[in-house]
């Protein structure tokens, strides 16, 4: 029989390939240079492609089919790269997936979020972060993971497009906060996602956001996941979302029609128990194709 199951099913890999038609495109952004936590980020698209083929097509909760192609546009070019270096290459490829309904950047560090929110273009866009972190640090030391929010600041992005969600305590400096207060960032910690539920605090953002720009980039630092299900970043603590919470946001972020681009960053392979980060990482991408579906 030609379409027995007995063997496989058809995954999520059997919907990423070359297809230049494609509505999404997935880029690999493995920059790794300049973590201020020594790791291995740049493992992270390789270790993300390579679960994929472990997800069906079927939400059976839903009862629906995924359907949606990828084009996959394979790596940036990063090996040994800065974030000084690697902006105009990730930037680049972002934008040469530009008239396709989404772009998916898999990381890689944090660094990637500034060339992909210029990529959309720096005047019309907005920014959500999902970040145990503010990523305010200083730049008079260079680029890092750690700055890439303050960096677009001092590019010009406006703070009130710049919404900022799952911020946790004693992981952050007052300074920081008191950056995000004076920027007019919209804050919103960890504890107003366990109270509020964290789909309705994204929901409340991109409503928030849509009214001040035309497009939304939505950076996933997946540290902000509670570190009991998500050890695969330094700087994921206790504390921290659900996975399920971070499931049911990313569903709801990939409906909205003026989401144009997204990164998933701070996936660190080396650090995995088990292969728990590939498979959160795998379905993170699920939900956001099913959501993406649901536009």
Same mark, same amino acid.
């Given at each position: 029989m030609t379409d027995s199951e007995a063997l496989r099913w058809t995954s999520i890999a059997d919907l990423v390939g070359n297809h230049p038609d494609a509505p999404v495109a997935l880029i690999g952004a493995g920059l790794n240079e300049r973590s201020?936590?020594?790791?291995?980020?740049?493992?992270?698209?390789?270790?993300?492609?390579?679960?994929?083929?472990?997800?069906?097509?079927?939400? *059976?909760?839903?009862?629906?089919? =995924?359907?949606?192609? *990828?084009?996959?546009?394979?790596?940036?070019? =990063?090996?040994?790269v800065s974030p000084a270096d690697g902006f105009a290459p990730v930037r680049d490829a972002a934008a040469a997936q530009g008239a396709r309904g989404l772009t998916v950047l898999v990381g890689g560090n944090n660094a990637i979020t500034r060339p992909g929110v210029h990529a959309l273009g720096l005047q019309r866009v907005g920014l959500l972060t999902l970040d145990a972190h503010f990523d305010l640090r200083d730049t008079d030391q260079g680029l890092t993971n750690g700055n890439p929010v303050q960096a677009l600041l001092e590019d010009g992005l406006a703070g009130e497009r710049i919404? !900022?969600?799952?911020?946790?305590?004693? #992981?952050?400096?007052?300074?920081?906060?008191?950056?995000?207060?004076?920027?007019?960032?919209?804050?919103?910690? #960890?504890?107003?996602?366990?109270?509020?539920?964290?789909?309705? *605090? *994204?929901? !409340?953002?991109l409503w928030r956001l849509s009214a001040l720009c035309e497009a939304i980039y939505v950076d996933f630092d997946i540290d902000v996941i509670d570190r009991s299900q998500w050890p695969a970043s330094p700087g994921a603590r206790p504390g921290g979302v659900s996975a399920q919470a971070f499931f049911d946001a990313t569903r709801v972020i990939g409906a909205h029609a003026k989401v144009k681009a997204v990164d998933l960053t701070e996936y660190d392979p080396s650090l995995e128990i088990g292969d728990l980060g590939s498979l959160t990482a795998g379905r993170w991408f699920c939900e956001l194709l099913a959501g993406f579906e649901g536009r």
């Open positions: 201020l936590t020594p790791g291995r980020c740049d493992l992270g698209p390789k270790a993300f492609r390579a679960v994929l083929p472990r997800f069906s097509t079927y939400d *059976v909760e839903t009862g629906t089919e =995924l359907t949606t192609r *990828v084009h996959d546009a394979g790596d940036v070019a =990063l090996k040994g919404s !900022q969600v799952g911020l946790a305590p004693f #992981a952050n400096t007052k300074r920081a906060h008191d950056k995000a207060k004076a920027a007019g960032i919209s804050v919103r910690t #960890a504890r107003d996602c366990r109270d509020q539920g964290l789909a309705t *605090v *994204v929901g !409340q953002e």
